[in-house]
Each structure stands twice: as structure tokens, then as C-alpha cells.
């Protein structure tokens, strides 16, 4: 592997920053371009990076395959949650109005968007990744001349 | 929306670019080749797409076609061959037509088209000019796009987000997380290879120049040796519906 040493330092440098421009695309898309889909891509982008600099193996160690499980559930669950307690709240499902009815500026429908990009931000990364772990865990390992 | 020249230009350049690059997916042979040129051609696209104003459209293109896509298909290339096979001009001639059938459809559909950017198209006249004025007024948000994806249509978002859910649970189910590892095996060049007799990585592999034979008596010997690998490794076989 040390043939890849300079893979290795530089994507070690951008794989931190990939992510930190995830969260960036994630939190801003209420503002900007992006949102949760886009954000659940990119980070899945920055682990499939380091699985592909590093290996498997390591990618697994780093984000456990049960996280992944874990985290394709908890999205939709906190996508579906968030519809459940507008219903609770008195409103209709995904009536995100009904977090803060009495607000002027529909803050209520701030925190809902925020909470329902953050389900989909779980699903998407964790769903890619899974994809990604399916696959490449059967893969052959790719022999260095055909670099 | 009327387009300055300078912009009109870098679109058909950019519309150009993905001509070519089409050509040059269509003209190659080596699958690694034709990967990466995919991933060229949806960074293109998403760059087009950005020079339409659709930024949001832009971004998912570059990130889920330049990115994760291009690496799940050469995840699927390692598993199955390097190079494409070579299709006979009469095997082409059946989907040329198709392809030239539907290419004059779309020119013929082309004319009830919108002009780009008018406000009295389907798209733009209806709900759309509901959801840019609600937005202002209900959502207080700058991205209408947004706006629209989570709280107009969140019934749609939540679907999709089920969907993915559905995919990546769908892969789980018949590959399991860890691919089943260890139980694993792929036919690179028609190479059969498993995960417990795994050989010394040398999938593109040359064959070895051989003396002059009658050609007959090879293509036996090569049936025969063939027969006998598969003998021997039947036994290592995963067993079939195996989850990890």
C-alpha cells in the first residue's frame, strides 16, 4: 500500500473537510443549495474515499456496519417521527406549523424542515453506505499494477 | 429569461462536450474507460445545470452521478469483466432503430415544448407561482427549493426517504452488510474466483503465446482443463440465499 502514500496523506487532509462541507450543505439548505439528500451523498462520499484509499476493512472500522443499519431505520423513523408529533401537537401530519403556532416568522416550520432533512440525511448516508458495503466487501482486492 | 451571449455559448459548449464524450462511451471497449468518462459526463451535465439556474438539480447530479454512482459501477466492473464484448453490426441494427424511432418522437414532441424560462408554461404558471408567493409569506425561507421538498410536499419527500430506505435495505437483504464475506465469489474474464480460494490477484491475465497447434486439439485440452477446475471447486461453492 505504500505505493498509494500520496493518496493517502492528501485524502487524509480532504476527507475531514468533505465532511465538514456535508454538514455545511446540510444545515445551510434552508438558506442556499442542498439540503438533506445532497449532504447524506457527500458524507457517504467522504467514507467511500477513505474505503477506497484505505480499504474496507478500515472504512468498517471507522463506520461500523451496524451504524449503517442503524442509521437507514433512524432516519425514516425520525421522518416519520417528526409527522407523528405534529399529530400529537393537534395538527395534520408533516404540519411542521403546529411546533410554534403562535410564531410571526413560522419557526415552526424552520424546526420541522431542519428535523425532516435530518431524517433524510440518516437514510441517505447510511443507505449509500450499506450499498456501498454490500458490494465492495465482494469485491477482489485490486491488485497494485492495475492502478 | 433571455440568456447573455457569453452564457447562451458556455451552454452549447458544455451540450457539445456531452456529445462527444457520448461518442466517446459509445466508440470504447475498456469498461474502466467508460466509467470514469460517466462520471465526466454527469460533471458535465451538472455544470449544464448550473448554467440553466437549477443549482439544487446541479448538486445532487454532481454528487450522486460523479460520485457515489461512478464508484458502485466500478464496484460492479470489478465483480464481472474489464473489457465489453464485442457486438456483432447485426446485433446493433435492432436497437438502432429503436434509438432513431424514439429520437424522432422527441423531435416531434419537441415543438409543444415551453420556450426555457416562460412564465406562462404548465410548470410555471400553476401551483409553482403558489408555492413562491406561500413561501414568502408562510415558510420565511430563501430556498424555495427547499421550501417546496420538505414542507409543501413532504407527503413526496417522505415517500422517497422510504424509498432509499427500501433500496439499501433491499441490497442488505440479498448481500448482507459485509457482503458475505468470506462466502463471496465473482467471474472476472469468465475467471471464476471465491472468497476461500482466492488466487494471487492476477485477473488480466495475458495468455500465454503457444506453439503452433492444430487449433482443434487446444480448444479440447483448454474444455477438458476447464471441466476439471470447476470439478474441484465445486465443493467451495457458498451456498445458495447464504446472509451474513
Redesign the interface.
Given at each position: 500500500m505504500n505505493q498509494h502514500l500520496i493518496l493517502q496523506v492528501v485524502s487524509k487532509m480532504m476527507i475531514p473537510l468533505i465532511v465538514l462541507f456535508g454538514f455545511y450543505v446540510q444545515f445551510h439548505g434552508d438558506f442556499g443549495p442542498g439540503g438533506g439528500f445532497q449532504a447524506g451523498v457527500i458524507i457517504a462520499a467522504a467514507v467511500i474515499l477513505y474505503a477506497l484509499v484505505f480499504g474496507v476493512d478500515a472504512a468498517k472500522k471507522a463506520v461500523p456496519p451496524s451504524w449503517v443499519r442503524i442509521g437507514m431505520t433512524l432516519g425514516v423513523l425520525i421522518y416519520g417521527g417528526t409527522g407523528v408529533a405534529t399529530w400529537l401537537l393537534g395538527g395534520e401530519f408533516l404540519n411542521y406549523t403546529f411546533f410554534a403556532p403562535a410564531s410571526t416568522h413560522a419557526a415552526g416550520q424552520h424546526w420541522g424542515i431542519l428535523s425532516v432533512e435530518l431524517g433524510v440525511l440518516c437514510t441517505v448516508t447510511s443507505a449509500m453506505l450499506a450499498i456501498f458495503y454490500a458490494f465492495a466487501s465482494r469485491m477482489p482486492d485490486l491488485p497494485d499494477e492495475d492502478w | 429569461m433571455v440568456h447573455s451571449l457569453p452564457v447562451l455559448i458556455m451552454e452549447l459548449g458544455f451540450m457539445a462536450m456531452l456529445v462527444v464524450v457520448a461518442f466517446a462511451i459509445l466508440r470504447m471497449r475498456s469498461l474502466f474507460a467508460i466509467v470514469m468518462l460517466q462520471g465526466v459526463y454527469s460533471l458535465l451535465s451538472a455544470a449544464w445545470f448550473v448554467s440553466l439556474d437549477a443549482?439544487?438539480v446541479?448538486?445532487?447530479e454532481a454528487?450522486?452521478g460523479a460520485?457515489?454512482s461512478t464508484?458502485?459501477m466500478l464496484?460492479?466492473m470489478?465483480?464481472t469483466d474489464r473489457d465489453a464484448r464485442i457486438i456483432s453490426t447485426k446485433q446493433k441494427l435492432g436497437p438502432l432503430i429503436v434509438v432513431i424511432i424514439a429520437g424522432l418522437a422527441m423531435f416531434y414532441a419537441l415543438g409543444d415544448m415551453p420556450a426555457f424560462g416562460d412564465a406562462h408554461s404548465p410548470a410555471n404558471a400553476g401551483v409553482g407561482a403558489d408555492y413562491i408567493a406561500a413561501t414568502r409569506n408562510?415558510?420565511?425561507?430563501?430556498?424555495v427549493?427547499?421550501?417546496v421538498?420538505?414542507?409543501f410536499r413532504?407527503?413526496d419527500?417522505?415517500g422517497?426517504?422510504?424509498v432509499?430506505?427500501m433500496?439499501?435495505?433491499g441490497?442488505?437483504l440479498?448481500?448482507?452488510?459485509?457482503?458475505?464475506?468470506g462466502k463471496?465469489n465473482?467471474k472476472?474474464n469468465g475467471q471464476c474466483?471465491a472468497a476461500r480460494n482466492?488466487p494471487p490477484?492476477?485477473?488480466?491475465s495475458v495468455p500465454k503465446p503457444q506453439k503452433p497447434k492444430p487449433k482443434r486439439q487446444v480448444a479440447v485440452k483448454k474444455k477438458v482443463a476447464v471441466k476439471k477446475k470447476v470439478a474441484k471447486r465445486k465443493p467451495a461453492k457458498p451456498k445458495a440465499g447464504g446472509t451474513s
Open positions: - | 443549482v439544487d446541479a448538486f445532487t454528487a450522486v460520485g457515489i464508484v458502485l464496484g460492479a470489478l465483480l408562510e415558510v420565511f425561507l430563501p430556498n427549493v427547499t421550501a421538498l420538505a414542507s413532504g407527503y419527500t417522505f422517497e426517504t422510504v432509499i430506505f433500496a439499501g435495505l441490497v442488505v440479498l448481500l448482507g452488510l459485509n457482503g458475505n464475506a463471496w465473482a472476472p474466483i482466492k490477484m492476477k485477473i488480466a
